[in-house]
């Protein structure tokens, strides 16, 4: 069974630091581009974060780009998302998810991320 479970949320003040982390089961870690998603009430799901299933690049959104960092740990099967300098515009529910069809590029293609996690919160209060 495939699964992806998130851990890390909760509350923090604004300029400060979380690390998410995604640990996956079920399917060869190496094989699938893993990304990280974000939705604020009211607002659509942002794509902010990947690793790339060929060569395992990272992206990131602008928003979140030389604030936020992705990294694996292959033997752990598992991605984390260090978030530093937390705005509270960061305030949303974060979700990891796998795509094995993406290949090179990975971010700002949700729709072809196979498996999701659950999510975690994340409130950045001012």
């Known amino acids: 069974e495939v699964q992806l479970v998130e851990s890390g949320g909760g509350l923090v003040q604004a300029g400060g630091s979380l690390r998410l982390s995604c640990a996956a089961s079920?399917?060869?870690?190496?094989?699938?581009?893993i990304g990280w998603f974000r939705q604020a009430p009211g607002k659509e799901r942002e794509d902010i974060s990947c690793?790339?299933?060929?060569?395992?690049?990272?992206y990131y959104a602008d928003s979140v780009k030389g604030r936020f960092t992705i990294s694996t740990d292959n033997a752990k099967n598992t991605v984390y998302l260090q978030m530093n300098n937390l705005k509270p515009e960061d305030t949303a529910v974060y979700y990891c998810?796998?795509?094995?069809?993406?290949?090179?590029?990975?971010?700002?293609?949700?729709?072809?991320?196979?498996?999701w996690g659950q999510g975690t919160q994340v409130t950045v209060s001012s």
């Open positions: 998810a796998a795509s094995g069809a993406l290949g090179y590029y990975c971010l700002g293609y949700g729709s072809h991320y196979d498996y």
């Open positions: 079920g399917f060869t870690f190496d094989d699938y581009a």
């Open positions: 690793i790339s299933r060929s060569d395992r690049s990272t």
